[in-house]
């Protein structure tokens, strides 16, 4: 047969056995009796698997109100009849019709041996090629209904209907393995109170329990999802619960333990804030605290989807390494594109994160959702009914691939089941025990753990155009966190603000972070949120308001460069710094900010050095900020008056008075003289008392011999002419 037709032949088969067992929901009970025969009880079946030519032995429990000792005719009377191969002819057995005998054997009740007052013990010797009347020939491998009887004359008194998986021998066909994993995670819910502590109540301690008891008793894997803050909660809750984290740690260690944050925090809502980073911070957390719970590494590539998820909290987990997601039929029916109720759970799915981006995804068995939830009173009789209906289920796989003579020939190892509740909630102790007991030590069957199931399975493919099965996540869910981050964020900002005043070894800014950073989480309350931001923007806003800032005042400078001592209080009892600013369009501070630590309960001097640029009266504004720059108060504006430059100026002034009177002086001598020298030259004796023609004399006639028939000597001398 071609792999094509092979594809073919599985969807049909899937397809028939998953609408008729939709019919059949409550399998775990045994078939209905006829209202005068009461039913015996299975206490025990060994082996349920049992080996060709072996025995089987049964222990019953007979109603009270039959009493053997008043019967000594009763037998009891075994009835094997043909093997079932699919689960829709195993419902068939359970509602009463059985088909065609192929044994049968009758034992006198008396002569059984009483392992107790109300039991019976019968051992049934199995046989395959030959059939005597004290054994039970069960010829070939397989699921035989058996139903045990018993009658007295006749009559039956009371019956059980059971199976025996029926053994390969050495020489037939050995049967392949199918691979079958536990998932379940706790319900209960983080919360943090007003002490800011892990809340540990009875519930919670209840339900832990549970938990321990199932790691215990579990001969099975188990891929369990636990809240890491529960886990250490419970071991400071008193002794009770420091023995119960004992018992925890010792169990979860030997099983696989998923990945989860350190404080719930939706994957949806935290993917639509943009908070990836954050979520993976919790994450990471979650982790090492979960290797320090267990001392063994958590398994982060398996995820659980037990509530709605979108396709942005998809790509994260995928991004964080999530190669599996495990989800519900409830969760998965509801999904874009789904295929339902006629998916082969046995196989994975696709689920589409982002556009051509998918993850792998496994969905939990749906016959065994309710039988796991529910409480058995018969448990050994559960676990074969469960066991069975996993074995018919690997049948099937087997026969969807036949070969030229019809034998099947498919390979359930490239299948995997998983086994949750409804919502992958714990299951009921007594119910669980006594199916992981017999899955454990089942042929054909192989426990396994979820991620180990998510590498080995194959995809579900539908014949073309559908090929592999792929189904989509919403874009969006209920709920946000975004006013949460608003929040943090605001606070993160004032806590590191504030913060920075505190002395170095002052562990007021690691408790304040330490809450801002768990606001986001679901285990706060919105009005817890809100109450805690309260708080904190108290404490911020007490220790800012501790230093006092001076009022506006007046400062005169008399020197170009001086000194400002600004005095600021500190009304706690903690030292606090400060950043000192001073601003002036006319002045200049060479020191820039200034950042100084006010002792507590005292004021403390600020020595401000101020240049002057020029002389006047103009305002400077004094800010007082935190160390990272906040203002701690309203900016203050002070009065400065300069005159440190007026001295300058009057030398300056002097000095250009000086220059202009001794050049005034040093022009009216030369004037002076120049006419002396004038008047010397008309009274030389080299002129002879005439007139020079080029000069004017006294009385306006001209010295024909003028300045230049004198010599220079003669010119410039001052004794009278000749």
């Known amino acids: 047969m071609t792999r094509p037709s092979r594809i073919a032949a599985r969807v049909v088969a899937a397809v028939a056995w998953l609408g008729a067992s939709l019919l059949v929901v409550d399998f775990p009970h045994a078939r209905p009796v006829a209202a005068a025969a009461s039913r015996l009880g299975l206490v025990s079946q060994t082996p349920y698997g049992a080996p060709a030519d072996g025995a089987v032995t049964f222990v019953l429990s007979v109603p009270g109100n039959i009493d053997l000792a008043a019967l000594p005719d009763a037998t009891v009377v075994i009835t094997a009849y043909r093997p079932v191969a699919t689960r829709l002819d195993l419902d068939k057995v359970r509602a009463g019709t059985l088909p065609r005998i192929v044994d049968g054997v009758d034992f006198p009740a008396a002569a059984l041996p009483r392992p107790a007052a109300d039991q019976i013990g019968v051992v049934v010797t199995l046989e395959t090629s030959t059939r005597s009347t004290g054994a039970l020939q069960l010829a070939n491998p397989g699921l035989y209904p058996v139903l045990v009887e018993l009658q007295d004359n006749g009559t039956v008194l009371a019956e059980l209907l059971t199976f025996v998986h029926r053994l390969p021998a050495a020489d037939e066909p050995q049967e392949v393995a199918l691979p079958v994993a536990v998932a379940m995670t706790t319900t209960s819910t ?58 925890l740690a010792t169990g979860l260690a030997r099983n696989e333990v998923l990945s989860s944050p350190r404080l719930p925090l939706d994957a949806s809502q935290a993917a639509a804030a943009g908070q990836q980073s954050l979520y993976t911070q919790w994450l990471r957390d979650g982790e090492d605290d979960l290797t320090t719970f267990i001392s063994n590494l958590s398994v982060g590539t398996v995820a659980f989807m037990d509530g709605p998820l979108t396709g942005a909290g998809g790509t994260m987990l995928r991004d964080l390494g999530a190669r599996l997601i495990v989800t519900t039929p409830k969760i998965f029916d509801a999904l874009p594109d789904t295929t339902g109720i006629y998916t082969d759970f046995s196989q994975l799915v696709n689920i589409e994160v982002s556009p051509g981006v998918n993850v792998d995804a496994t969905v939990t068995d749906r016959r065994f959702a309710t039988l796991l939830e529910r409480r058995t009173t018969t448990p050994a009789l559960t676990a074969v009914y469960a066991v ?95 006013d949460r981050i608003a929040v943090v964020s605001s606070l993160s900002d004032a806590a590191q603000s504030t913060g920075s005043m505190l002395p170095v070894d002052d562990e007021r800014a690691a408790e304040w972070q330490q809450v801002i950073d768990r606001l986001p989480t679901s285990a706060l309350s919105d009005d817890r949120v809100d109450a805690l931001a309260t708080d904190l923007i108290q404490q911020f806003g007490a220790i800012r308001n501790s230093v006092e800032v001076p009022a506006g005042f007046s400062f005169t400078l008399t020197g170009r460069t001086t000194t400002l001592p600004i005095k600021l209080y500190n009304s706690s009892d903690t030292p606090l710094t400060v950043r000192v600013h001073m601003s002036s369009s006319k002045l200049l501070f060479p020191d820039g900010d200034l950042v100084q630590e006010l002792q507590p309960l005292s004021f403390t001097e600020v020595p401000i050095k101020i240049e002057a640029r020029t002389n006047g009266s103009f305002p400077v504004t004094l800010t007082v900020l935190t160390p990272t720059g906040d203002e701690l108060a309203p900016p203050v504006t002070l009065s400065a008056s300069v005159n440190a430059l007026s001295g300058f100026g009057n030398l300056v002034t002097g000095a250009f008075l000086l220059v202009v009177l001794t050049w005034w002086v040093r022009h009216v001598r030369q004037n002076r003289r120049s006419r002396a020298t004038a008047s010397a030259a008309v009274r030389h004796p080299v002129r002879n008392g005439k007139a020079n023609d080029n000069a004017t004399g006294d009385d306006g006639t001209r010295d024909p011999m003028g300045d230049a028939a004198l010599s220079p000597d003669a010119a410039t001398s001052t004794l009278p002419p000749l």
């Not at 034998?407 to 714990?426: F, I, M, Q, R």
């Open 190 to 247: 983080v919360v943090i109170d007003d002490d800011n502590e892990v809340v540990v109540d009875s519930t919670i301690m209840k339900e832990f329990g549970l938990l321990a008891d199932l790691l215990e008793a579990s001969t099975v894997p188990i891929s369990v999802r636990v809240p890491p803050a529960l886990l250490f909660a419970i071991a400071q809750h008193g002794a009770a619960g420091a023995a119960l984290a004992d018992r």
């Open 388 to 482: 069975t209906d996993l074995l018919a289920y690997r049948q099937e796989m087997v026969d969807a691939d036949l070969d030229d003579e019809g034998n099947g020939v498919g390979d359930p190892s490239e299948h995997g089941v998983t086994l949750g509740t409804t919502d992958l909630s714990l299951p009921q102790i007594d119910t669980y025990r006594a199916i992981a007991s017999l899955l454990a030590e089942t042929p054909g069957l192989q426990p396994t753990t979820l991620e180990r199931l998510g590498i080995r399975t194959e995809h579900l493919v539908l014949p073309a155009p559908i090929g592999e099965v792929t189904v989509g996540l919403p874009s969006e869910v209920d709920g946000s966190i975004d």
